[in-house]
């Protein structure tokens, strides 16, 4: 019944596998940057857990950036997809194709 | 005690799993509302398991600047968007096998990695992630990438500035 090291990475190695899931199958570009938030937060939950066990708190000052680029990366992303839906009138990804023809 | 936080640890990891496959595909509703409202639960729930790793600092911020500030913004942009309900456009089977497959290929390197690896052998618990120690380390030896974030905050606010502007050149 003891909780260890192995449980909160297994966790961590589940939610990074259904933010990539999502940034591979969705077609909604917000969903796609919702599910790249959430590959960022599995990836936080690695770095505690492996700061906790391994009696370093660097880990923990880590996921404190992790968390601050986050947060600019999401303004930026958010104020293109305005941008980018003014323009097209669409948040869907295959509609995007102008650099494809 | 140490059951009580066994079986907080499963409830939470249960309810961050949950939320986060609802986030990704919803049986019941496309629409991104729906997914963001799921995230922000995923983020309480991850908030929780922070807690139990005694990272209180960190478990505040996360609820305070991810499921505040950063789902506040996505949600502010959808209702902006006024997006009508996404219409089920058939997913190309090839993309969602593709998909399927390369997510497993992933996730079982992880999981095998782990067995082989075992890192969590003879580890003890017993850092404390408080304020005050997270704040010094922050302030002595991380003190040249804190600034950089904080420039690049600025960088980031300016950006965004330029980029809602009306007339995009």
Same mark, same amino acid.
């Given at each position: 019944?003891?909780?260890? *090291?192995?449980?909160?990475?297994?966790?961590?190695?589940? *939610?990074?596998?259904?933010?990539?899931?999502?940034?591979?199958?969705?077609?909604?570009?917000?969903?796609?940057?919702?599910?790249?938030?959430?590959? *960022?937060?599995?990836?936080?939950?690695?770095?505690?857990?492996?700061?906790?066990?391994?009696?370093?708190?660097?880990?923990?000052?880590?996921?404190?950036?992790?968390?601050?680029?986050?947060?600019?990366?999401?303004?930026?992303?958010?104020? *293109?997809?305005?941008?980018?839906?003014?323009?097209?009138?669409?948040?869907?990804?295959?509609?995007?194709?102008?650099?494809?023809? | 005690?140490?059951?009580?936080?066994?079986?907080?640890?499963?409830?939470?990891?249960?309810?961050?799993?949950?939320?986060?496959?609802?986030?990704?595909?919803?049986?019941?509703?496309?629409?991104?509302?729906?997914?963001?409202?799921?995230?922000?639960?995923?983020?309480?729930?991850?908030?929780?398991?922070?807690?139990?790793?005694?990272?209180?600092?960190?478990?505040?911020?996360?609820?305070?600047?991810?499921?505040?500030?950063?789902?506040?913004?996505?949600?502010?942009?959808?209702?902006?968007?006024?997006?009508?309900?996404?219409?089920?456009?058939?997913?190309?089977?090839?993309?969602?096998?593709?998909?399927?497959?390369?997510?497993?290929?992933?996730?079982?390197?992880?999981?095998?990695?782990?067995?082989?690896?075992?890192?969590?052998?003879?580890?003890?618990?017993?850092?404390?992630?408080?304020?005050?120690?997270?704040?010094?380390?922050?302030?002595?030896?991380?003190?040249?990438?804190?600034?950089?974030?904080?420039?690049?905050?600025?960088?980031?606010?300016?950006?965004?500035?330029?980029?809602?502007?009306?007339?995009?050149?």
């Amino acid at each position: 019944m003891n909780v260890g *090291l192995e449980h909160y990475l297994v966790v961590s190695a589940v *939610l990074f596998a259904l933010g990539l899931l999502g940034v591979v199958t969705r077609r909604n570009i917000l969903v796609i940057y919702m599910s790249l938030e959430l590959m *960022l937060n599995a990836a936080n939950l690695a770095l505690v857990a492996f700061s906790r066990f391994n009696n370093n708190l660097d880990g923990q000052v880590m996921v404190f950036f992790i968390i601050t680029v986050a947060a600019a990366e999401v303004a930026v992303g958010l104020a *293109l997809i305005v941008a980018l839906y003014r323009r097209r009138q669409t948040t869907h990804v295959e509609d995007l194709n102008l650099l494809k023809h | 005690m140490e059951n009580a936080q066994a079986y907080l640890f499963y409830v939470f990891a249960a309810l961050a799993v949950i939320c986060a496959i609802m986030v990704v595909a919803n049986p019941f509703s496309r629409s991104p509302v729906t997914s963001a409202m799921f995230l922000v639960l995923t983020m309480g729930c991850l908030a929780g398991l922070f807690t139990l790793l005694h990272a209180f600092f960190l478990a505040a911020v996360q609820i305070l600047v991810y499921a505040g500030a950063v789902m506040v913004l996505f949600l502010f942009v959808i209702m902006l968007l006024d997006l009508k309900e996404e219409q089920r456009r058939q997913v190309k089977s090839l993309s969602l096998v593709a998909g399927l497959v390369s997510v497993g290929a992933i996730l079982a390197i992880f999981v095998r990695s782990l067995i082989a690896t075992k890192p969590g052998e003879g580890a003890l618990a017993n850092v404390e992630g408080s304020t005050s120690k997270l704040g010094k380390l922050l302030f002595t030896q991380y003190l040249l990438p804190f600034e950089i974030v904080s420039v690049l905050l600025l960088v980031a606010m300016v950006g965004v500035v330029l980029l809602s502007k009306k007339d995009l050149k």
